[in-house]
């Protein structure tokens, strides 16, 4: 991957109008907040906002003042909903004119020359390999994509797109409450062809769910923090970065004061044996 990203990166799914539709002058202090504290990567979709919290960025990000060079962008693309396009069914496109379309698109509303990151958001059925990597040829040519990669790819698939063109990351769900990509090969597969790992919703459903589950982390991790010193968001991000894959999550948060304590997580010296009692607390039973 030749794109240098910060060790946590700020998701952007809900700054705008599907939950906290931030006026432009609040997200563009939020970027400012998060590069002022080594969040300088940015996570977006397309589809974020029905297709308009791009923009919305994009407008914050030119009001920020930051220099481009300074922050790193990443995007989706694939999905066709119903709202924000006239799309009779919600369906996937990877048409390699859709692909570039998309791309053009998205850089119109950032406001910016090129994504440093490109990524197919979900898996098609009808995907074509071949066209695929014909797309992403022309945009790195054009200097319109420094990177592409995949989300929420399965090994298998990852397989077929790579045997045309080069992956560099993989965004899948991973969190404490959400740990099957270490279990069913996920991680290693990536680990063996160095696709670095994106993790969505890192935080799980700890804070978003009351189950037995999340009971048994939440006691947990009020040990914990009183033993280090951090909040809960902290630690459970600290416990995704202890993974050997250099798993690399994506908060959402836009609380500030939540923001400015994420790259604690980074340096966070968890221990191992806590590290084995998240995941213990997770599963419900000791590990086999």
């Not at 609040?26 to 589809?47: P, V």
């Not at 974020?48 to 994009?58: A, C, I, L």
């Not at 063109?165 to 409450?177: D, G, K, L």
Request: with cysteine.
């Amino acid at each position: 991957m030749k794109t240098t990203i910060s060790p946590i990166i700020a998701g952007t799914m809900n700054w705008g109008i599907w939950d906290k539709n931030l006026s432009t002058r609040d997200m563009a202090h939020l970027i400012s907040i998060c590069s002022e504290n080594k969040i300088t990567t940015f996570d977006h979709a397309d589809i974020y906002g029905d297709y308009t919290t791009e923009s919305d960025f994009g407008k914050a990000f030119v009001e920020s003042g930051i220099a481009r060079e300074k922050i790193q962008l990443i995007s989706k693309c694939g999905i066709q909903h119903t709202k924000g396009r006239n799309n009779p069914i919600k369906h996937y496109d990877y048409s390699k004119d859709y692909i570039i379309w998309s791309v053009e698109n998205s850089l119109k509303n950032l406001k910016t020359d090129y994504l440093d990151i490109l990524l197919l958001h979900r898996p098609s059925p009808l995907m074509v390999a071949d066209e695929i990597a014909e797309a992403v040829s022309k945009l790195k040519t054009e200097g319109k994509i420094i990177d592409f990669g995949l989300s929420n790819f399965t090994s298998s698939q990852t397989d077929l797109i790579r045997s045309r063109t080069e992956v560099c990351c993989n965004q899948i769900q991973f969190s404490a409450t959400h740990h099957e990509a270490m279990l069913d090969g996920s991680l290693d597969y990536m680990q063996i062809h160095k696709i670095r790992p994106l993790s969505w919703n890192p935080l799980g459903t700890v804070f978003r769910e009351d189950i037995e589950q999340t009971r048994r982390l939440k006691r947990l991790l009020v040990q914990l923090v009183e033993k280090y010193g951090v909040g809960s968001d902290t630690i459970l991000l600290s416990w995704v970065l202890q993974h050997p894959a250099k798993i690399i999550p994506v908060a959402g948060t836009v609380n500030i004061a939540r923001i400015q304590q994420l790259m604690k997580a980074v340096s966070l010296p968890m221990e191992k044996t806590d590290w084995f009692a998240i995941w213990t607390e997770s599963m419900g039973n000791k590990v086999p």
